[in-house]
């Protein structure tokens, strides 16, 4: 009989095996697949994981916690891109992961369930050199970790009714140092602002150091919801990227942002940075006190 547990599950594969072959011949290819099975399955072990089972260029690995799964994944992607034996013709060889965190049934060294289908599909969401994970899972990570993700998507998957939001993890040493979010270093200068207020007529979210993005749009699991018919389920999110407030728009019909000195900005599929104080409106120009107009401010600790 299964006993149901909740743990993260990971994917990981090879990107572009098939061209591997091609280019290689089979005996290096094989060797080279080989490779990155080793540094996956000795991730995996390091960071108190277990290999499940290994698929031709993939493997499946379950971890008692989500830190402990982005632990290895970053490691599995560190290790891939350095490695000597990896880089044929000034071409690295690269792999993808995809994780998720929640109750799966354990049988016969085995897992099964819902969750393991929604890790499965993370992977083929993420693209050579990613690692791509849920919004339930990023709900499970450290503050550290936390930090360290970017809402990048939101996706129907095959077989599920419910859209999923998409958070990619950055895992590479430029973006991730010791485990230590860009935001922390951008501490040190007492003068850049630390914390961004956003507010509703029915809400008020803060980013800081502990809550480093917020998603914006009309369905109800974003952090600020704001409803109009111009309005995207995922419309827009707003990041901390070293020490700078900087909305994305992720919309059909873009984000407008009007500073208080009246200067005004448009963006579609864009970013920009947020500074000082001023108004946001999704989908159409900010009015003040008008419904679904949110208020920003930049604020100095």
């Not at 939001?165 to 950055?170: I, P, R």
């Amino acid at each position: 009989m299964g006993k149901d547990i909740e743990l993260a599950i990971l994917f990981a594969d090879v990107v572009g095996s098939t061209r591997l072959f091609e280019e290689l011949g089979d005996a290096r290819a094989r060797d080279t697949i080989a490779t990155c099975i080793d540094v996956m399955r000795t991730a995996t072990e390091r960071h108190n994981g277990t290999v499940i089972k290994t698929m031709g260029d993939e493997v499946m690995a379950t971890f008692p916690s989500a830190d402990e799964a982005l632990n290895a994944a970053a490691e599995m992607q560190q290790q891939i891109s350095v490695h000597a034996h990896l880089k044929h013709d000034g071409h690295p060889v690269a792999i993808r992961i995809g994780c998720h965190f929640g109750p799966v049934v354990l049988e016969n060294r085995d897992v099964f369930g819902a969750t393991v289908h929604t890790a499965n599909r993370m992977t083929s969401q993420a693209k050579a050199g990613q690692i791509v994970t849920t919004a339930t899972t990023v709900d499970q990570l450290s503050p550290e970790w936390r930090a360290s993700v970017r809402q990048i998507d939101v996706a129907m998957l095959k077989g599920q009714g419910n859209e999923v939001t998409l958070f990619e993890v950055l895992w590479q040493t430029e973006d991730v140092t010791s485990m230590i979010p860009a935001i922390a270093l951008a501490g040190r200068d007492a003068r850049r602002p630390v914390r961004l207020r956003l507010r509703t007529p029915d809400s008020e979210v803060m980013l800081d150091e502990q809550r480093p993005y917020a998603s914006l749009g009309r369905a109800e699991d974003n952090d600020l919801v704001v409803k109009g018919n111009l309005i995207s389920r995922l419309h827009a999110r707003i990041e901390i990227n070293r020490g700078k407030f900087v909305l994305i728009d992720q919309s059909t019909n873009g984000t407008f942002v009007q500073g208080t000195g009246g200067e005004e900005a448009f963006v579609r599929r864009d970013s920009m940075q947020l500074k000082g104080e001023g108004l946001i409106g999704l989908g159409r120009t900010p009015e003040p006190g008008a419904p679904g107009v949110i208020r920003f401010s930049c604020e100095e600790g």
